[in-house]
């Protein structure tokens, strides 16, 4: 009977080297895969200001390659249609929203953080994050009758928002900051409606202080509810 084979041990440089390559081939993924994040995130900050003063509607694949001087085809590589532009974009402006608006009070409970939510709310409008104004006031009338994916995305969203103004104010009743006789949904609508004013005036009549006149209505309304705070004149 023949003896047997002994197998040849490769060199230990050329055993590791499928999984040099591997390894290699993972980073180049990984280097393209942030450049492909990053150029989206650039594109889609793009296609927010341009939705922000023309609206979702006007936003069309066309308009954003021109304005950002690449083809459709490169855009088709990001967004398969409109509608998918269109439902990014309203993601993309959540993610700023929260960034301006909600993340700064993360750590504040209660009466603080509805003052707070308020306050970040109007100056992230008066301080124009976007060219044409809050984007969700905008996008929220005009999606309003018009029902599909994109006006999903905007009703789960300022559903979202106004829960965040009902939820700290709750907190604030629980904490005996507000009057126990307050209805809190009542008043996170008329809070939001106030701020929506507020970005309305400040468009349409080119107002310089509608965002100081809807922020001294919605503090002042916030201590009309409150306990042991003298009114605002």
């Known amino acids: 009977m ?3 084979m002994k197998t040849r041990r490769q060199p230990a440089a050329t ?13 180049k993924s990984a280097r393209r895969h942030s450049r492909g994040l990053t150029t989206r995130r650039a594109i889609l900050r793009k296609a927010v200001n341009i939705a922000s003063l023309e609206g979702l509607e006007g936003l069309t694949i066309g308009k954003l390659a021109s304005a950002l001087h690449i083809s459709k085809s490169g855009l088709f590589a ?8 269109q439902c990014a974009v309203v993601d993309q402006a959540r993610d ?13 409970r209660g009466l603080p953080l509805l003052r707070a939510l308020c306050q970040n709310w109007l100056a992230y409008g008066e301080q124009k994050t ?3 104004g809050c984007f969700f006031s905008a996008a929220s009338l005009e999606f309003d009758d018009r029902p599909g994916a994109v006006r999903d ?12 103004l009902e939820h700290a104010a709750r907190d604030a009743q629980s904490a005996g900051e507000i009057r126990e006789d307050v209805d809190v949904r009542q008043l996170a609508f008329e809070i939001q409606a106030l701020a929506m004013g507020g970005n ?3 468009r349409l009549f080119r107002d310089q202080t509608a965002f ?4 001294a209505a919605i503090l002042r309304r916030i201590d009309q509810v409150s306990k042991n705070v003298p009114l605002r004149k």
């Open 78 to 85: 990001h967004f398969g249609s409109k509608e998918d532009l």
């Open 200 to 202: 309305w005036s400040s």
């Open 212 to 215: 100081s006149s809807a922020k």
């Open 2 to 4: 023949p003896s047997r």
């Open 153 to 164: 995305r905007i009703v789960s969203l300022m559903r979202k928002w106004l829960g965040n």
């Open 130 to 132: 976007f060219p044409g």
């Open 96 to 108: 700023i929203f929260v960034e301006k608006v909600i993340r700064p009070a993360a750590q504040l």
């Open 15 to 27: 055993a590791r080297l499928p999984r040099q390559l591997l390894a290699g081939a993972a980073g």
